[in-house]
């Protein structure tokens, strides 16, 4: 891509970027004195693992972490911005669930900023790529950290795909003169396609089909992020490719045979369905699971030592449409007996009046204030289940056989019975029972976002929130439209781009 000259907005270079001092001190790192061995290596790609940390907080000059737990979070963003997940407190809260944002009003504009600018890691993954490609070591313990380091950069570059579409991105030619600013406008999205797929597809030829550690990338984790893209882009026959080759890794990979819920337990972590995690440590500040605390009711018996901020429900509606017996609400609560020994239930001041308690994580018996150590999940076999499923249907293939077995899998370890002839009549009721499906299967991890924007009713779905919101408690709050698909680009990039950068369309 040609290079706009005058001056590159934001764009945050590695501390590995050569300058030129007065003096040598090896204290300090540069491309000369690092980048030369295995150590190296791996220090530099453990670094690129830090920005989707579970446990950094917005400060002055620090962007939270991809997986944090609050509204700058990925997955919280992606699902309280539907009929999932609601908050009891409010606020910003309450314009992310009924979508009351444009593109410079709304308290949360501070979270589209946070999120927005982790556009600069592609450029930081892409420097970390070009040492390592030059660094003085073995072709294999090379390949080792170019695959984790391309598939980290192709991780990134889908979440911000999926809640911007296309960012900016430096070519190399730039990165080589970090010295001359540059407006860099949007990617296309052709040009977006093009990166994506070169990152993910050069990552699953040089991983190992299982990571060394939990957590880290493999095989898996690459064609996990490699599909999800592929589908927000509604290019379905590549997507299913991707999905069979997924599917061709049972046995590394399968449902969890155990009770559902110890799944996500502390004694879960690492079990054999979790295809990608954050793994999370009590003992890092940077890596804990705050999701519990958001979710967890002050007064409600817990952990020892644990405390809950009262936050985060599964909305009533949204609650409603669960099956009896699905064995996914193992840790939903409808009722709790308080700390002062008093029932609290639905309807009652408080998160009961938002919605059900909803603790995905379980409880984590050494949990220290509102720290937990379950690991916070981000894709599952289950996944690769359903979304064959849908492939097969949208792509062409019969309901019947592969398509619904895939389904019933999933339906029958949540303790509920294959599905009916109602759901199975045709490829509209199809795709409905699948989306119904991965609403219960995937609540308050981050998928429901892109699952009701891919199928036509994320936009529907907010409006009949609203549209409720505005007659039981006369809100006045607007209508959306199909702008809110995407969020609205911070104003301060496209100011600071001499407006190189464009808003996304209809905002």
């Known amino acids: 891509m040609k290079p706009y000259k005058v001056a590159l907005l934001g764009l945050a270079l590695t501390m590995l970027t050569a300058c030129e001092l007065e003096r040598e001190d090896f204290t300090e790192i540069y491309p000369e004195n690092f980048f030369q061995t295995e150590t190296d290596l791996k220090l530099a790609v ?87 490609e030059a660094a003085p070591v073995e072709d294999g313990v090379k390949n080792k950290y170019l695959g984790e380091a391309h598939a980290l950069r192709g991780w990134m570059g889908l979440v911000l795909y999926d809640l911007f579409g296309p960012v900016p991105v430096a070519p190399d030619d730039v990165l080589d003169d970090p010295e001359t600013f540059v407006y860099l406008p949007r990617l296309t999205d052709e040009e977006y396609d093009q990166m994506m797929e070169n990152e993910l597809l050069t990552a699953i030829s040089l991983l190992p089909d299982m ?90 018996p817990w952990a020892a030592n644990g405390t809950g901020w009262g936050g985060y429900v599964m909305a009533w ?41 909803a603790l995905k994580y379980g409880m984590d018996p050494g949990m220290q204030a509102g720290m937990s150590g379950n690991d916070i999940v981000v894709y599952r076999y289950s996944d690769v289940l359903l979304s ?11 309901i019947a056989g592969e398509a619904t077995d895939l389904v019933n899998r999933v339906r029958n370890r949540a303790g509920l019975g294959d599905l009916d002839a109602t759901a199975t009549a045709s490829t509209e009721a199809f795709l409905d029972a699948i989306l119904l499906e991965r609403g219960h299967e995937f609540w308050f991890e981050g998928l429901r976002r892109q699952d009701l924007i891919r199928f036509g009713k994320y936009v529907e779905y907010a409006n009949n929130r609203i549209d409720k919101i505005n007659t039981d408690e006369g809100r006045g709050y607007f209508r959306v439209d199909d702008s809110h698909n995407r969020l609205p680009i911070p104003a301060d990039f496209i100011n600071e781009s001499k407006s190189a950068i464009k808003q996304n369309p209809l905002y």
């Open 46 to 132: 453990d670094g690129l693992y830090y920005d989707f940390n579970t446990g950094t907080w917005a400060a002055d000059g620090v962007v939270p972490g991809v997986f944090i737990a609050d509204l700058n979070g990925y997955q919280v963003i992606s699902d309280m911005t539907t009929d999932a997940m609601w908050c009891a407190w409010g606020w910003g809260n309450d314009e992310m669930y009924f979508q009351q944002w444009t593109a410079t009003t709304g308290t949360i504009q501070s979270q589209f900023w946070n999120l927005f600018s982790h556009y600069n890691y592609l450029s930081k993954a892409r420097n970390t790529i070009r040492r390592i």
């Open 211 to 300: 990571p060394e550690e939990r957590g880290r990338m493999a095989k898996g984790p690459a064609r996990m992020i490699l599909m999800k893209y592929y589908m927000i882009r509604g290019q379905f026959e590549k997507a299913e490719q991707i999905a069979r080759d997924l599917y061709a890794m049972e046995g590394l990979y399968g449902l969890y045979s155990g009770e559902y819920a110890d799944m996500f337990a502390i004694t879960g972590n690492g079990n054999n369905e979790v295809i990608l995690c954050r793994p999370c440590n009590l003992s890092l500040d940077n890596a804990v699971n705050y999701f519990t605390a958001e979710c967890l009711p002050e007064d409600m």
């Open 317 to 357: 509606d949204f609650y409603d449409t669960f099956e009896s017996g699905d064995k996914r609400l193992a840790n939903v609560y409808t009722s709790y007996v308080n700390k002062a020994g008093k029932t609290v239930q639905r309807g009652d001041a408080g998160q009961m009046k938002y919605g059900a308690i």
């Open 388 to 398: 064959l499923a849908e492939l097969i249907v949208r792509n062409g293939g019969p």
